[in-house]
């Protein structure tokens, strides 16, 4: 399988709790981004790497998230003392260079209870 | 603040006939517009795409328009069939200024009834 893939599918966590995510991108893609989706919106940007370098960071983004991409391969996100507020899809997706297009991974469902 | 816009939450179409589904954005910096076809429980998956420069864009039986001066898109979809049923998602990006972030509308779920 050559696409985005992020573990695990589905996360059920109690209130406080940490929670961590990885996404594995596109192996040539040098862009790596998270995104957040809702119920009845779309995704929402959440932070992008260019290779290893995180670049930019959206004010969704609190303290509580942290990300990273060592060695500009895989990519995790990690949401501290997680609140039900945090329950979402949270996406992935890569991207080659500048030309647009990029593609999604089949997203992990969290749930705070 | 929502800067592309998906107005019609839903659309309801007889298979073979044509879905349009539309999107507006009010960033005029933006410069490559896209859709996506999402169904439940996965993720979004790439259609189409259009740069600024054109008008139009055609790929089988999905075309995109482009209407820079009004700020609005369109995405048609000829003929329609059953499984083209999903949630659509407009998306734009600002490629000299945001490093390909892409901002989405809220979607539109379309249902192609037989």
């Known amino acids: 399988d050559t696409g985005v893939s992020q573990n695990p599918r589905h996360k059920i966590t109690k209130r406080g709790q940490n929670v961590t995510f990885r996404c594995d991108p596109i192996?040539?893609?040098?862009?790596l981004y998270w995104y957040r989706q809702t119920l009845g919106q779309g995704p929402e940007f959440l932070t992008y790497?260019?290779?290893?370098?995180?670049?930019?960071k959206s004010r969704l983004l609190s303290d509580r998230f942290s990300a990273e991409r060592p060695k500009g391969s895989f990519s995790t996100l990690e949401i501290q003392r997680t609140e039900q507020g945090d329950s979402a899809m949270y996406l992935c997706?890569?991207?080659?260079?500048?030309?647009?297009?990029?593609?999604f991974g089949q997203g992990t469902r969290l749930t705070v209870v | 603040d929502q800067q592309v816009k998906q107005n019609s939450p839903s659309l309801s179409v007889q298979e073979g006939r044509i879905s349009i589904l539309n999107c507006d954005y009010t960033n005029s910096m933006f410069d490559y517009f896209l859709w996506y076809k999402k169904y439940p429980a996965e993720g979004p998956t790439f259609l189409i795409s259009?740069?600024?420069?054109?008008d139009k864009n055609e790929d089988g039986r999905f075309t995109v328009f482009l209407n820079k001066s009004a700020k609005h898109l369109s995405l048609h979809i000829v003929p329609s069939q059953p499984g083209d049923s999903a949630v659509y998602f407009c998306a734009a990006s600002d490629r000299g200024s945001t490093l390909g972030r892409l901002y989405f509308g809220r979607g539109t779920q379309l249902t192609v009834w037989p």
């Open positions: 790497f260019q290779n290893e370098a995180q670049l930019e």
């Open positions: 192996s040539e893609h040098n862009r």
């Open positions: 997706a890569s991207s080659l260079g500048s030309t647009g297009e990029a593609f």
């Open positions: 259009i740069s600024s420069i054109k």
